[in-house]
Structures are given as structure tokens and as C-alpha cells.
């Protein structure tokens, strides 16, 4: 099996490297796990939410990859854009039907943002998915250990939700039980759950602008983080089959 090539982020510039440099591994964990469940030139992928990450796996794969979210419907270097704001999925008579069903769909940091009922939304994420097709779908852990450690300390471990209206933050965030439940509902097959922190927390910090690396803290919670018990992680990711 091929393994992806190690993404580094020195070759960032600007604003955007800490942010990269932040969101790092679970990129490569998305790529691990494309790799892993064979995606070739030919397969079709939609990428809900686009970001940096849509256009490595054109880079990794060779293969092109469409996207979903806000911004009027384009062709762009990775493949097509299309336009819909997923949480219009509340009226079904509004959901999207002219796109294809795709072998592979990405849902990665996407539902924790939306303030439709899940239910709604991954019923409508069920239509893009091909039979037998794989949704990868990654949000927060609203049980993770530091939340429930804020709650101790009667701090609210969630942030107040935006001012800025394409920037809102988390709505909603889930438990693991409550992801199961929810994506057995909409139509899909867990396959496999893994609990992890996805990020590196030496760039805890790039929302400030900067870009340079706290070593000693986001060293220790990065160890720290990835010694605690599956149910008290920071994130979930989820990989789903259609049924």
C-alpha cells in the first residue's frame, strides 16, 4: 500500500501558516485514511465545507475533488464547486439534487457549525454518497476531558456563538453515542471510531497571527492529550458506509 507523502507546512507563507501548521495532522490522518480505503484517479470525492485540505488530496491523488458550501458554483483547480448552505437541509423541497452520488465524502469540522438538526443534515449528506460509499466525517467531542474540567471549575467550555454570520463558530457540538446514533439514522454503517486530538497544539495560538510554534506547552499537551482514555479525547472521527 502507498503511503501519503508527510505534508509539511515550512513552505507556507503568511497568515495561513499557523493555521495549517495547527491543522496539520488531522490532515494527514484524512489522507492516511483515504489511502487506506483506496482512492484512485478515477474515484469520486466531495469535500463539504472546502479548505486547504481539498486541494491536497487533488495533490496527493490525482484524482479531482468537489466541493460544497458557500460561494456560487464554479469550476476551480481541484474540480467543481457547489453552492448550498447545509443548513437549508431543514426544508427538503431546498436540498440539492442535481449533484452526483460521490464514492468518497469528506465531513470534517463541518456539523459542530451548523444549527439544522443533524438529523437533517446527514439525511441530505446520505443522498451525495453512493451506495456502498464511505463518509468520513470528523467533529469535536462534546465530552472530552478539558470540557468537563472547565464544567468543574464552572467555566462553560463553549464558546459564545460569533458575531460574524459566515463565521458563526459551534452551534452544537456531540458525544460519541450521540454521532452513532446519528449517523446509523441518516442511513450508514459505522465502520470504524477513533477518538484523538486532531491538531498540534504548539499552534494553539495562530488565531492571534502568529505563525511560530510554542514548543514546551504544546509539546506536554500534545503527550497529554494523546494519553487520555478513548471517551475523554478531544475530537471523533467517524468513518461511515452507506447501506
Known amino acids: 500500500m502507498t503511503r501519503p507523502r508527510r505534508y509539511s507546512v515550512k513552505c507556507i507563507r503568511g497568515s495561513d501558516r499557523g493555521y495549517v501548521a495547527f491543522h496539520a495532522p488531522r490532515y494527514r490522518l484524512i489522507l492516511d485514511l483515504l489511502h487506506q480505503h483506496g482512492v484512485t484517479p478515477r474515484s469520486k470525492v466531495l469535500d463539504i465545507g472546502p479548505s486547504r485540505l481539498t486541494w491536497l488530496i487533488r495533490e496527493e491523488f490525482g484524482v479531482a475533488v468537489d466541493s460544497l458550501g458557500f460561494g456560487e458554483d464554479q469550476a476551480h483547480d481541484a474540480g467543481k464547486h457547489f453552492q448550498f448552505d447545509l443548513n437549508l437541509a431543514l426544508n427538503r423541497e431546498q436540498w440539492r439534487r442535481d449533484l452526483p452520488a460521490y464514492d468518497f465524502v469528506l465531513m470534517a469540522e463541518v456539523l459542530e457549525h451548523l444549527y439544522t438538526a443533524p438529523e437533517l443534515v446527514l439525511a441530505y449528506v446520505r443522498t451525495l454518497v453512493a451506495d456502498n460509499g464511505l463518509l468520513i466525517l470528523q467533529t469535536p467531542n462534546a ?20 458575531l460574524e454570520p459566515a463565521d458563526p463558530g459551534h452551534y452544537r457540538e456531540y458525544t460519541i453515542a450521540e454521532l452513532k446514533r446519528l449517523v446509523t439514522g441518516a442511513g450508514f454503517r459505522t465502520e470504524r471510531l477513533m477518538t484523538a486530538y486532531w491538531f498540534d497544539a504548539r499552534f494553539a495560538h495562530h488565531e492571534t497571527g502568529q505563525a511560530d510554534p510554542r514548543p514546551i506547552l504544546g509539546v506536554l499537551k500534545n503527550v497529554v492529550y494523546r494519553m487520555l482514555p478513548m471517551p475523554l479525547r478531544e475530537g471523533i472521527t467517524i468513518i461511515c458506509r452507506s447501506t
Open 143 to 162: 465530552a472530552s476531558l478539558p470540557k468537563r474540567l472547565k464544567l468543574l471549575l464552572g467555566r462553560n467550555p463553549y464558546e459564545m456563538i460569533r
